[in-house]
T-cell receptor
Framework: SAVISQKPSRDICQRGTSLTIQCQVD?????MFWYRQQPGQSLTLIAT?????????ESGFVIDKFPISRPNLTFSTLTVSNMSPEDSSIYLC???????????FGAGTRLSVL | AQSVTQLDSHVSVSEGTPVLLRCNYS??????LFWYVQHPNKGLQLLLK??????LVKGINGFEAEFKKSETSFHLTKPSAHMSDAAEYFC?????????????FGSGTRLSIRP
Protein backbone atom coordinates (compact mmCIF):
# COMPACT_ATOMS: atom_id res chain seq x y z
CA SER A 1 0.00 0.00 0.00
CA ALA A 2 0.93 3.66 -0.12
CA VAL A 3 0.68 6.31 2.55
CA ILE A 4 -0.49 9.66 1.25
CA SER A 5 -0.07 12.93 3.09
CA GLN A 6 -2.07 15.97 2.14
CA LYS A 7 -1.72 19.50 3.40
CA PRO A 8 -3.29 21.66 4.47
CA SER A 9 -5.94 19.48 6.09
CA ARG A 10 -8.38 22.38 6.05
CA ASP A 11 -8.47 26.05 5.21
CA ILE A 12 -10.84 28.98 5.13
CA CYS A 13 -10.18 31.33 2.24
CA GLN A 14 -11.51 34.60 0.91
CA ARG A 15 -13.27 34.88 -2.41
CA GLY A 16 -10.89 35.65 -5.29
CA THR A 17 -7.80 34.14 -3.70
CA SER A 18 -6.01 30.91 -4.61
CA LEU A 19 -5.00 27.91 -2.53
CA THR A 20 -2.38 25.29 -3.35
CA ILE A 21 -2.84 21.81 -1.91
CA GLN A 22 0.12 19.48 -1.63
CA CYS A 23 0.11 15.69 -1.90
CA GLN A 24 3.10 13.56 -0.91
CA VAL A 25 3.29 9.78 -1.35
CA ASP A 26 5.70 7.62 0.61
CA UNK A 27 6.67 5.51 -2.38
CA UNK A 28 7.02 5.90 -6.11
CA UNK A 29 3.68 5.57 -7.82
CA UNK A 30 2.72 5.51 -11.44
CA UNK A 31 -0.47 7.52 -11.29
CA MET A 32 -1.80 10.32 -9.11
CA PHE A 33 -5.28 11.77 -9.21
CA TRP A 34 -7.19 14.71 -7.79
CA TYR A 35 -10.85 14.49 -6.79
CA ARG A 36 -13.46 16.90 -5.51
CA GLN A 37 -16.14 15.92 -3.03
CA GLN A 38 -18.82 18.57 -2.70
CA PRO A 39 -20.84 18.66 0.53
CA GLY A 40 -22.94 15.52 0.89
CA GLN A 41 -21.84 14.22 -2.50
CA SER A 42 -19.68 11.47 -3.92
CA LEU A 43 -16.23 11.95 -5.41
CA THR A 44 -15.71 13.48 -8.83
CA LEU A 45 -12.41 13.12 -10.67
CA ILE A 46 -10.86 16.49 -11.50
CA ALA A 47 -7.75 15.31 -13.33
CA THR A 48 -4.96 12.79 -13.63
CA UNK A 49 -1.62 14.30 -12.63
CA UNK A 50 1.02 13.25 -15.16
CA UNK A 51 4.66 13.28 -14.17
CA UNK A 52 6.60 15.82 -16.19
CA UNK A 53 3.73 16.82 -18.43
CA UNK A 54 0.39 18.58 -18.35
CA UNK A 55 -2.40 17.00 -16.35
CA UNK A 56 -5.33 15.32 -18.07
CA UNK A 57 -8.55 17.06 -17.08
CA GLU A 58 -12.04 15.63 -16.93
CA SER A 59 -15.00 17.27 -18.56
CA GLY A 60 -16.02 20.36 -16.65
CA PHE A 61 -12.59 21.06 -15.19
CA VAL A 62 -9.99 23.34 -16.79
CA ILE A 63 -6.34 24.05 -16.22
CA ASP A 64 -6.83 27.76 -15.61
CA LYS A 65 -9.08 27.04 -12.65
CA PHE A 66 -7.29 23.94 -11.31
CA PRO A 67 -3.62 24.03 -12.32
CA ILE A 68 -1.81 20.83 -11.33
CA SER A 69 1.86 20.06 -11.07
CA ARG A 70 3.64 16.75 -10.69
CA PRO A 71 7.40 17.30 -10.76
CA ASN A 72 8.30 13.74 -9.71
CA LEU A 73 6.82 10.33 -8.93
CA THR A 74 5.93 11.07 -5.32
CA PHE A 75 4.61 14.64 -5.24
CA SER A 76 1.79 16.66 -6.77
CA THR A 77 0.01 19.93 -6.15
CA LEU A 78 -3.46 21.17 -7.00
CA THR A 79 -4.23 24.88 -7.02
CA VAL A 80 -7.77 26.15 -6.72
CA SER A 81 -7.65 29.54 -8.42
CA ASN A 82 -9.81 32.62 -8.07
CA MET A 83 -11.97 30.89 -5.53
CA SER A 84 -15.69 31.41 -5.06
CA PRO A 85 -18.03 29.93 -2.42
CA GLU A 86 -18.98 27.24 -4.95
CA ASP A 87 -15.45 25.86 -4.62
CA SER A 88 -16.10 24.93 -1.00
CA SER A 89 -15.48 21.17 -1.02
CA ILE A 90 -13.17 18.44 0.11
CA TYR A 91 -10.28 17.93 -2.30
CA LEU A 92 -8.64 14.51 -2.24
CA CYS A 93 -5.46 13.18 -3.73
CA UNK A 94 -5.05 9.52 -4.63
CA UNK A 95 -2.20 7.38 -5.89
CA UNK A 96 -1.94 4.11 -7.72
CA UNK A 97 1.13 1.89 -7.71
CA UNK A 98 2.52 0.17 -10.78
CA UNK A 99 0.71 -3.06 -11.62
CA UNK A 100 -1.94 -2.58 -8.96
CA UNK A 101 -5.46 -1.61 -9.86
CA UNK A 102 -6.04 0.05 -6.48
CA UNK A 103 -6.11 3.72 -5.56
CA UNK A 104 -5.06 4.88 -2.11
CA PHE A 105 -6.38 8.18 -0.81
CA GLY A 106 -5.12 11.02 1.30
CA ALA A 107 -7.19 12.38 4.18
CA GLY A 108 -8.37 15.29 2.05
CA THR A 109 -8.31 19.07 2.30
CA ARG A 110 -11.48 20.70 3.57
CA LEU A 111 -11.83 24.05 1.87
CA SER A 112 -14.32 26.72 2.82
CA VAL A 113 -14.56 29.87 0.72
CA LEU A 114 -16.20 32.94 2.23
CA ALA B 1 -18.89 2.35 -20.31
CA GLN B 2 -19.01 1.71 -16.62
CA SER B 3 -21.34 2.81 -13.90
CA VAL B 4 -22.20 1.92 -10.36
CA THR B 5 -25.43 2.37 -8.45
CA GLN B 6 -25.76 2.31 -4.70
CA LEU B 7 -29.37 1.53 -4.06
CA ASP B 8 -29.71 3.14 -0.64
CA SER B 9 -28.54 6.62 0.28
CA HIS B 10 -29.00 5.90 3.98
CA VAL B 11 -29.14 2.68 5.98
CA SER B 12 -29.83 2.53 9.71
CA VAL B 13 -29.38 -0.63 11.78
CA SER B 14 -29.20 -1.49 15.44
CA GLU B 15 -25.89 -2.36 17.01
CA GLY B 16 -25.31 -6.12 16.84
CA THR B 17 -27.61 -6.67 13.84
CA PRO B 18 -26.50 -7.48 10.28
CA VAL B 19 -25.51 -4.82 7.79
CA LEU B 20 -26.36 -4.94 4.09
CA LEU B 21 -25.26 -2.14 1.74
CA ARG B 22 -26.35 -2.72 -1.84
CA CYS B 23 -24.37 -2.01 -4.98
CA ASN B 24 -25.09 -2.80 -8.62
CA TYR B 25 -22.64 -2.17 -11.42
CA SER B 26 -22.59 -1.93 -15.16
CA UNK B 27 -19.46 -2.69 -17.15
CA UNK B 28 -18.71 -3.64 -20.72
CA UNK B 29 -15.73 -5.64 -19.57
CA UNK B 30 -14.68 -7.66 -16.56
CA UNK B 31 -14.73 -5.19 -13.72
CA UNK B 32 -12.67 -4.66 -10.64
CA LEU B 33 -14.90 -3.69 -7.74
CA PHE B 34 -14.08 -2.01 -4.47
CA TRP B 35 -15.70 -0.77 -1.31
CA TYR B 36 -14.26 2.26 0.44
CA VAL B 37 -15.29 3.72 3.79
CA GLN B 38 -15.12 7.36 4.81
CA HIS B 39 -15.49 8.16 8.49
CA PRO B 40 -16.50 11.70 9.46
CA ASN B 41 -13.71 14.17 8.75
CA LYS B 42 -11.46 11.41 7.49
CA GLY B 43 -10.12 10.29 4.11
CA LEU B 44 -11.16 7.17 2.23
CA GLN B 45 -10.03 3.78 3.42
CA LEU B 46 -10.09 0.68 1.24
CA LEU B 47 -12.36 -1.97 2.83
CA LEU B 48 -12.03 -4.70 0.24
CA LYS B 49 -11.55 -5.38 -3.45
CA UNK B 50 -12.62 -7.89 -6.05
CA UNK B 51 -10.35 -8.40 -9.03
CA UNK B 52 -10.85 -11.88 -10.48
CA UNK B 53 -10.26 -14.49 -7.83
CA UNK B 54 -12.79 -15.75 -5.30
CA UNK B 55 -16.23 -14.21 -5.66
CA LEU B 56 -16.60 -13.86 -1.89
CA VAL B 57 -14.18 -11.22 -0.75
CA LYS B 58 -13.28 -10.62 2.88
CA GLY B 59 -12.17 -7.20 3.97
CA ILE B 60 -11.17 -5.37 7.09
CA ASN B 61 -13.30 -4.90 10.21
CA GLY B 62 -15.42 -7.99 9.52
CA PHE B 63 -16.89 -6.78 6.24
CA GLU B 64 -17.26 -8.95 3.19
CA ALA B 65 -18.79 -8.67 -0.26
CA GLU B 66 -19.90 -11.17 -2.86
CA PHE B 67 -19.45 -10.64 -6.58
CA LYS B 68 -22.51 -11.96 -8.44
CA LYS B 69 -22.05 -11.63 -12.17
CA SER B 70 -25.55 -12.87 -13.00
CA GLU B 71 -27.04 -10.12 -10.84
CA THR B 72 -24.33 -7.53 -11.59
CA SER B 73 -24.13 -6.93 -7.85
CA PHE B 74 -21.42 -6.47 -5.25
CA HIS B 75 -23.28 -6.03 -1.97
CA LEU B 76 -21.37 -5.31 1.24
CA THR B 77 -22.31 -7.21 4.38
CA LYS B 78 -21.30 -7.57 8.00
CA PRO B 79 -22.87 -10.06 10.41
CA SER B 80 -22.96 -7.74 13.42
CA ALA B 81 -22.82 -3.96 13.31
CA HIS B 82 -20.65 -1.99 15.70
CA MET B 83 -21.04 1.66 16.62
CA SER B 84 -17.69 2.38 15.00
CA ASP B 85 -19.09 1.25 11.63
CA ALA B 86 -21.08 4.48 11.33
CA ALA B 87 -19.64 6.13 8.21
CA GLU B 88 -20.16 6.77 4.51
CA TYR B 89 -19.53 3.79 2.22
CA PHE B 90 -18.69 4.01 -1.46
CA CYS B 91 -18.90 1.25 -4.05
CA UNK B 92 -16.38 1.72 -6.86
CA UNK B 93 -15.89 0.08 -10.27
CA UNK B 94 -12.97 0.10 -12.65
CA UNK B 95 -12.00 -1.70 -15.82
CA UNK B 96 -9.78 -4.65 -14.87
CA UNK B 97 -8.18 -4.77 -18.28
CA UNK B 98 -6.11 -1.71 -17.62
CA UNK B 99 -4.24 -0.60 -14.52
CA UNK B 100 -4.44 2.89 -15.95
CA UNK B 101 -8.21 3.01 -16.02
CA UNK B 102 -10.23 5.51 -14.09
CA UNK B 103 -12.45 4.47 -11.25
CA UNK B 104 -16.11 5.36 -10.99
CA PHE B 105 -17.63 6.11 -7.59
CA GLY B 106 -21.14 5.34 -6.52
CA SER B 107 -23.19 8.02 -4.84
CA GLY B 108 -22.46 6.65 -1.39
CA THR B 109 -24.50 5.07 1.42
CA ARG B 110 -24.53 6.59 4.86
CA LEU B 111 -24.62 3.90 7.53
CA SER B 112 -26.05 4.84 10.91
CA ILE B 113 -25.90 2.55 13.92
CA ARG B 114 -28.56 2.73 16.62
CA PRO B 115 -27.50 1.83 20.18
Amino acid sequence: SAVISQKPSRDICQRGTSLTIQCQVDSQVTMMFWYRQQPGQSLTLIATANQGSEATYESGFVIDKFPISRPNLTFSTLTVSNMSPEDSSIYLCSAQMAGLNIQYFGAGTRLSVL
Amino acid sequence: AQSVTQLDSHVSVSEGTPVLLRCNYSSSYSPSLFWYVQHPNKGLQLLLKYTSAATLVKGINGFEAEFKKSETSFHLTKPSAHMSDAAEYFCVVSDRRSSASKIIFGSGTRLSIRP
